[in-house]
Nanobody, 122 residues
Framework: QVQLVESGGGLVQPGGSLRLSCAAS????????MGWYRQASGKQRELVAL???????VYADSVKGRFTISRDNAKNTVALQMNSLKPEDTAVYYC????????????????WGQGTQVTVSS
């Protein structure tokens, strides 16, 4: 099993920045893909960004150019740098991981963190 723990959420004004981190523990040798999804109140969970063990990245169109995903395989962590935040970025952000290649469908991800709230508001 793999455990994922997120940190770094909070309240920020529009145009501001936040950095989310996710630390993996447990059977980490099995992890290939890691990334971030988000779920706003009353909406479905949606892709934010994904990264493979080799560094290949996938971003949702809504965050391209504003968010950057990175990964430290030695430390078993994945981070999401979020810049130029907008009110529509408000959501609970979840770290996710799976044992195989990057796919977009969140149902294909085996492991999930507990989520961290990001609120963008003035």
């Amino acid at each position: 099993q793999v455990q994922l723990v997120e940190s770094g959420g909070g309240l920020v004004q529009p145009g501001g920045s936040l950095r989310l981190s996710c630390a993996a523990s447990g059977s980490i040798f099995s992890i290939n893909s890691m990334g971030w999804y988000r779920q706003a109140s009353g909406k479905q969970r949606e892709l934010v960004a994904l990264i493979s063990i080799g560094g290949t990245t996938v971003y949702a169109d809504s965050v391209k150019g504003r968010f950057t995903i990175s990964r430290d395989n030695a430390k078993n962590t994945v981070a999401l740098q979020m810049n130029s935040l907008k009110p529509e970025d408000t959501a609970v952000y979840y770290c996710a991981a799976r044992n195989s290649r990057v796919v977009i469908n969140p149902l294909r991800y085996n492991y999930w963190g507990q989520g961290t709230q990001v609120t963008v508001s003035s």
